[in-house]
């Protein structure tokens, strides 16, 4: 994408060189534009800093702060448009053209969408690069999240030793021991989630894939669900350290579930998904980035 849109300019003055004499000259415009990058520019940037909020788990970014300042620099954004907000080398505007009033219609639009997120809905076109709904400090909807308030009584699932809380409520195991003496004790299969915190098509499964009813009654009832996040920076105890064949000794969480995914997998992207036995022997996967959710639940079933 990076390349693309550094290369698409200059793609196409070559190929159509009349072009360049149709552009006006440098100037007031030529400001707009960078003002307006620049404004994307922060809120994509926040994704990074989201990423690295997760992984470390610093707790600064919740849902609804990440959304608030999506929402304020895309008003100021729409605001500059129309010519509300100047800087320091704008130009005077005289009047508004279409091509502003309709960015500024976007722009706008675009915050009308994301305040519903304010408030707990899902905004799924989004999901992938929005923290996840588990961060969500409250919802109309109590029932949607698990930790809707975090000084209220709401609480979410009992965990024990070995377990983590992931997408919609789902108790999940961190480890494939653990994992495997549930799934022996129950007699269900295991289900294993290779995903990442900072994994935006993993999100997207989770947001339009998991959500349908089916396969989120099938992932609670049926299975027990092994989640590997391979990019968590939570430090292990020595005692639980992997030293590689290489020498290498892996001391975090992520790195150890990478080595896991890559050396018991096969595997090294998110998200991936297989289903084991009872005794860790891969029966079906790997599957991968998938939205079609009737050959989810073939996966899931067959």
């Known amino acids: 994408a ?8 200059f793609t196409l ?4 060189p009349s072009l360049l004499q149709k552009l006006p000259k440098s100037g007031g415009w030529l400001n707009s534009v960078k003002v307006v990058l620049g ?5 994509l940037g926040l ?10 788990h610093w707790g600064l970014l919740d849902r609804e702060v990440y959304l608030a300042i999506w929402i304020v620099v895309y008003s100021l954004m729409g605001m500059y448009l129309l010519g509300k907000l100047r800087f320091k080398n704008d130009s005077p505007m005289e009047y508004l053209s279409v091509k502003r009033l309709l960015l500024a219609v976007a722009s706008f639009a675009f915050v009308v969408y994301l305040i519903p997120g304010m408030w707990g809905a899902p905004l799924k076109a989004l999901s992938g690069y929005l923290p996840p709904m588990e961060t969500q400090d ?6 949607a999240v698990s930790h809707v308030n975090k000084d209220a009584s709401v609480a979410g699932p009992a965990l024990s030793e070995g377990q983590i809380e992931i997408a919609h409520n789902l108790v999940a195991y961190d480890n494939i021991e653990a994992a495997k003496a ?13 995903t990442g915190h900072g994994c935006v098509n993993c999100r997207e499964m989770e947001a339009r894939v998991w959500s ?6 099938s992932l609670r009832e049926d299975f027990v669900i092994l989640a590997l996040y391979v990019d968590d920076k939570t ?3 020595e005692s639980e350290w992997i030293t590689t064949d290489s020498g290498k000794q892996l001391k975090d969480v992520g790195r150890v579930n990478s080595y896991i995914a890559l050396t018991k997998f096969g595997v090294n992207s998110q998200p991936n998904y297989f289903i084991l036995d009872e005794d860790a022997q891969i029966l079906k996967g790997p599957r991968s980035y998938d939205l079609d959710v009737e050959e989810y639940l073939n996966f899931l079933s067959e």
């Open 13 to 16: 003055f070559a190929f159509f």
């Open 39 to 43: 404004f994307i520019e922060v809120a």
């Open 212 to 217: 349908d009813s089916r396969v989120l009654a």
């Open 2 to 9: 990076f390349s693309t849109a550094f290369a698409l300019p």
């Open 138 to 143: 409250f919802v109309i909807d109590p029932s």
């Open 47 to 56: 994704k990074f800093l989201s990423v690295a909020d997760q992984t470390y």
């Open 182 to 194: 549930e799934a022996k004790r129950t007699g269900k299969r295991i289900f294993v989630d290779i």
């Open 235 to 237: 430090k292990l105890p």
